[in-house]
């Protein structure tokens, strides 16, 4: 017959030889691991010395007493399963030894059926209490991550960009980090306050909306809120209803997400493109009407008249056409920015050819240029055909708002990392107060001066959009009525 | 005031192309135009001239030039009697909503009407007959 391997340690402590040999062999018979003391000295200090499953301790011995034996054991082990054996028993003793721990009570003397048995029951105990202590210590390990858990959420909803609050039904707070303060521009409340009243319309609208709901609305509502003026602060609140663990309505969680720079993105695009638009329809609607005014024959015009009203239609489809492209070029440079062909520009070399490629224009007006240009300027790093289309744009304007016969005069030198660059005509000029708008898309100067100049107004604000792309400077100087000069400062590195 | 009686109109636009066709079209039907191109002028000529009618365009000098000067139209006594309307090619779809319709936008803009470039010289001139009658 085969023995089982048990891999159950069992520690005998007992002073009789006799009965503590022939215990430890008919326990290693049944595959226990035995080991013995013979006092209760060695009892206590084998007994420390590791974790047994099963210690079988005699209650009367010459040095130390059983239930101290009991007592070190359970104070180091408390899951070891203890048994008391003696010859002498008596009741008082049995509680005594149960009280401190004991699990049974063996009178000697005992048959090895008896003694298996109760190894057995103290075995099955001592699993038990394995068990249950194994799931005690994982509940431990969860409720120790729960809160952390929980402080870790406290943390980061504390910290996130976007405010929190929780309302509960009665209106009163029960959560909300800082952001949502800020977000709402109220100084100090604090959990339990009546906050509803303090919060903007749309938001109490929306509330009230989800509290009076007759059912449960898994939803989430957002409303847009001006919490200050002018779009100097926008939010966004996301209200969602929350609900107890029943499934009724617990409250309303709200979400302020700052939507202020979006808020002001959508405007500047939006009053583009109405400028776009309005600055469309214009030159179409001139164009129109003298089409509509060459075919009213109860107008009678003469063959003259007409010529010049298609002439000068021509001319707004001109402007109209210079226009769409100044678009086009302005939507290029913003695709540009991340496509750029960067390479080695030579300033006045982009300033000779942009002369070149204008001298037509310089011709019909009889306009000299004057070059003073710093020979052997180091080259800038930047993309050709940016650099050029400033110079093309600040040269045209120089001969388009040029007296007959003036002059352009153009100078380049180096100062520390800067290349600048100098643009002068003899021309109408700005009015000081017309400077400022200069740069601004589709600002024109509007007198008696510039109204038979066609442009589109955009010929500038795309010069200071390449310029500052570059992270150079442009500036504007200038006399009415005797001339202007722009200075282009563009860095070399 | 009987529309009969109207027989000098104020225009005033920067838009040198526009102003000659509208002056063109109305002198066509019978009236007198004066014009002006930019509000300056054309306030200058309404206390000159005293017309029975002004056109004015929106965006001159600035955005709001037009009803600036409308303002400042309507606040002389000559101008209570006459009326005076707002000429603009931006409109709700190049994405601007000017209108006269709540009652604190005709108390502060006092203009009688607000019209879309193109406009139909028949359409200015049943506009103004309208407001006459």
């Known amino acids: 017959?085969?023995?089982?391997?048990?891999?159950?340690?069992?520690?005998?402590?007992?002073?009789?030889?006799?009965?503590?040999?022939?215990?430890?062999?008919?326990?290693?018979?049944?595959?226990?691991?035995?080991?013995?003391?013979?006092?209760?000295?060695?009892?206590?200090?084998?007994?420390?010395?590791?974790?047994?499953?099963?210690?079988?301790?005699?209650?009367?011995?010459?040095?130390?007493?059983?239930?101290?034996?009991?007592?070190?054991?359970?104070?180091?082990?408390?899951?070891?399963?203890?048994?008391?054996?003696t010859a002498f028993a008596s009741y008082d003793t049995a509680i005594e030894a149960t009280r401190k721990g004991a699990f049974g009570y063996i009178p000697k003397p005992f048959t090895p059926e008896e003694l298996i048995y109760n190894i057995e029951q103290g075995l099955k105990q001592r699993n038990l209490l394995l068990e249950a202590e194994r799931l005690r210590k994982e509940k431990e390990e969860k409720l120790l991550e729960i809160a952390n858990e929980k402080s870790r959420l406290s943390t980061i909803i504390k910290t996130i960009n976007d405010g929190v609050l929780v309302i509960n039904l009665n209106g009163q707070l029960s959560y909300f980090n800082y952001a949502a303060l800020r977000y709402l521009n109220i100084s100090d409340f604090k959990i339990g306050d009546k906050i509803l009243d303090k919060m903007p319309e749309q938001i109490i609208n929306l509330y009230q909306k989800i509290t009076s709901a007759e059912k449960f609305l898994i939803k989430t509502f957002t409303t847009q809120i001006d919490i200050l003026p002018n779009n100097e602060l926008c939010i966004e609140a996301a209200l969602t209803p929350i609900a107890n663990p029943d499934g009724s309505l617990a409250g309303v969680v709200i979400i302020l997400s700052n939507i202020t720079q979006f808020k002001k993105i959508e405007l500047i695009k939006s009053q583009f493109v109405s400028m776009v638009a309005h600055e469309l329809k214009t030159p179409l609607s001139a164009v129109q009407g003298f089409l509509n005014i060459i075919l009213d024959d109860s107008l009678k015009l003469n063959e003259e008249k007409k010529k010049e009203y298609l002439q000068r239609s021509l001319i707004r489809l001109k402007s109209l056409c210079d226009l769409v492209n100044d678009l086009l070029d302005i939507s290029r440079m913003e695709i540009k920015s991340k496509q750029r062909e960067i390479v080695d520009v030579i300033i006045n070399d982009v300033i000779d050819s942009t002369v070149n490629f204008l001298e037509i224009e310089l011709k019909k007006k009889k306009i000299s240029v004057d070059k003073n240009i710093q020979e052997s300027l180091p080259p800038i790093k930047a993309d050709y055909n940016e650099i050029s289309r400033i110079f093309i744009n600040l040269l045209s304007n120089a001969i388009k708002y040029n007296k007959d016969e003036g002059a352009i005069y153009i100078t380049s030198h180096q100062e520390n990392n800067f290349i600048i660059i100098k643009i002068r005509d003899t021309g109408i000029g700005i009015k000081p107060e017309e400077k400022e708008k200069l740069f601004n898309e589709f600002y024109r100067a509007k007198n008696e001066k510039t109204r038979n100049i066609s442009g589109t107004g955009l010929g500038l604000s795309i010069v200071k959009k390449i310029v500052e792309s570059y992270f150079g400077k442009i500036e504007v100087d200038s006399v009415y009525g005797y001339g202007t000069t722009i200075t282009i400062k563009l860095p070399i590195n | 005031m009987d529309p009969k009686e109207i027989k000098k109109i104020l225009l005033v636009d920067d838009d040198a192309d526009l102003l000659e066709q509208n002056k063109l079209l109305l002198e066509s039907k019978g009236f007198q135009v004066i014009t002006a191109e930019n509000s300056k002028d054309g306030m200058k000529l309404f206390y000159k001239e005293l017309p029975d009618a002004a056109i004015l365009d929106l965006m001159m000098e600035q955005m709001d030039s037009g009803f600036i000067l409308s303002y400042k139209i309507k606040k002389t006594e000559h101008g209570k009697k006459i009326p005076v309307f707002i000429l603009t090619s931006a409109t709700y779809e190049t994405g601007y909503k000017f209108s006269v319709t709540t009652d604190e936008e005709k108390e502060w803009l006092k203009c009688d009407g607000i019209l879309n470039k193109p406009v139909a010289v028949d359409e200015l001139i049943a506009k103004i007959e309208k407001f006459q009658s």
Request: overall charge negative; aromatic content about 4%; some cysteine.
């Open chain 1, 1 to 85: 017959m085969s023995v089982e391997i048990k891999e159950n340690n069992i520690l005998i402590v007992d002073d009789e030889k006799g009965i503590r040999v022939a215990t430890q062999l008919l326990l290693e018979d049944e595959g226990y691991n035995v080991i013995s003391a013979d006092c209760g000295e060695k009892g206590i200090e084998i007994g420390a010395s590791k974790e047994f499953d099963i210690a079988i301790i005699d209650l009367k011995m010459p040095d130390v007493e059983g239930i101290e034996v009991l007592s070190n054991i359970k104070s180091n082990f408390p899951n070891t399963i203890c048994f008391i054996t």
